[in-house]
């Protein structure tokens, strides 16, 4: 017969998450607070395209240059983006302290803020196709989050991982550039959302491994290039996001970063980190159908966003 404290002692080494390290709760506060500042950051973000495009009159085939550069003149896009800076200090501090998988689907509860915001600021109430979608996005994340919980760990980072990191990003890179290439005359707010998405996942990714090898001290070659890498990627995912604000609601925009790019980023942490070597086979099958959910409540709110319903495009904001 099985002793009963051995039972419990078994169980609770499956459990490893919290109960092995506490220290990791400090980062679900922190990363609460950067969905906040990323809620307001991509509000202001998108007065600040809207009145550059309105300005300019050329509102196709992505922002230009000459756009690009107009943005730094309006305060709006200036405020949003400082705000976006402290949502990437409140969660690269959540990533020195807490799993990937963990803190990166937390941002999902800025969806719910900036559709509160949009709502005031386009006039356009939500439907309840859209509460249902967003609902099925921030339910999805909610799931995968609880379950991450509980058996999210981490382990040394290799140099053999860090190489298929990269690999994969260049080939992502190097896709998403190619077809925007044939596309952006014609792409739609999705195509932007999607490739910020991606490219955000794999940031956020390079993210973690830079602060993880600093912790160790170990800031080699390899480190470094994560760095460029993670710089570049966030030189080329900002232009996605940027690019989304000119042809989609913010909240669509957020709805796709806050689902996508922890998408991304859990499936290279359980796939390459093995950040959930621990979790059991129903735990692995959660994951799948969290994920699952969360998608579809994206590609739902795409086709029922209230303020793209209207009359097939956003509508005109208020512009300060």
Not at 215 to 241: I, K, R
Not at 277 to 295: D, K
Request: proline content about 4%; hydrophobic content about 55%; overall charge positive.
């Amino acid at each position: 017969m099985i002793p009963l404290d051995a039972t419990l002692s078994d169980g609770i080494d499956q459990l490893v998450g919290v109960f092995r390290d506490p220290r990791i709760l400090l980062g679900i506060p922190l990363a609460l607070l950067g969905a906040v500042f990323m809620s307001f950051g991509a509000q202001y973000q998108h007065r600040g395209v809207q009145k550059v495009e309105r300005l300019s009159g050329k509102t196709t085939g992505g922002l230009s240059r000459s756009q690009l550069t107009s943005l730094l003149t309006r305060p709006s896009w200036v405020a949003g983006t400082l705000m976006l800076g402290l949502a990437i200090v409140c969660q690269l501090s959540a990533l020195s302290v807490a799993p990937l998988i963990l803190v990166q689907p937390l941002g999902a509860i800025a969806l719910v803020i900036t559709t509160v915001l949009n709502a005031r600021v386009s006039r356009h109430k939500p439907t309840k196709q859209s509460l249902f979608a967003i609902a099925l996005c921030v339910g999805g994340i909610f799931i995968f989050v609880t379950i991450a919980a509980f058996f999210a760990t981490e382990h040394v980072i290799t140099e053999r991982e860090l190489l298929i990191i990269l690999g994969i990003l260049a080939v992502v890179v190097i896709v998403f550039g190619v077809f925007w290439v044939l596309v952006r005359r014609r792409a739609q707010a999705l195509f932007y959302i999607m490739a910020a998405g991606v490219i955000y996942g794999f940031v956020a990714t390079l993210a973690k491994v830079v602060i993880s090898r600093a912790q160790a001290g170990n800031f080699e070659w390899l480190t470094l290039l994560c760095l460029v890498a993670l710089l570049a990627a966030v030189a080329v995912g900002a232009y996605f996001v940027q690019t989304a604000y000119s042809v989609g609601p913010p909240d669509l925009v957020i709805a796709g970063l806050t689902v996508i790019d922890p998408i991304v980023a859990v499936l290279i942490g359980l796939l390459v980190l093995g950040e959930a070597s621990t979790a059991p086979a129903w735990a692995l099958i959660g994951f799948v159908i969290a994920g699952a959910i969360a998608t579809w409540g994206v590609i739902q709110l795409t086709k029922h966003h209230p303020q793209i319903a209207a009359d097939g495009k956003p509508a005109k904001p208020r512009v300060h």
